[in-house]
């Protein structure tokens, strides 16, 4: 299923190009592949590996954090985050005005995930991390 969304993704930037055997000065160079994209396509092809290429990434995951705080009244131990599942449902893609930047914004963040570590306050009052749901 991965390798499928992958491979779709570069259809879709294939599908939306214009090729071209030329270089920026109208000459032709054997080897050579000119790739013309208009705006709506690579708004699309950003947009699309944006929300899915996080959750490629992370999903069913652990990341080892080692993280350690302590101050005057509490102790902060994170040891690792396990990512059960990370869903982006809403996106958007602007392209900043005068520049070449592109900026992302992401929302519908469903995230699914147990974290290992513990927490004292006051020195004596434990609690332990067990599931987030953001």
Known sequence: MKTHSIALALGCLLAFSAFSLVNTQGQINPGSLYVSLSVPSVSNVVGMLATILPSYLVNNKTLNLDISDSGLL?????????????????????????????????????????????????????????????
Do not use: C, W
Request: a positive charge.
């Open 74 to 134: 509490y102790n902060i131990k994170f040891n690792a985050i396990h990512i059960n599942t990370l869903n982006i449902n809403q996106r958007e893609i602007d392209f900043v005005p005068g520049t070449k930047k592109v900026r992302l914004n992401f929302g519908g963040i469903d995230l699914d995930s147990q974290l290992d570590g513990s927490m004292t306050f006051v020195g004596f009052i434990p609690l332990y991390a067990a599931s987030l749901k953001v």
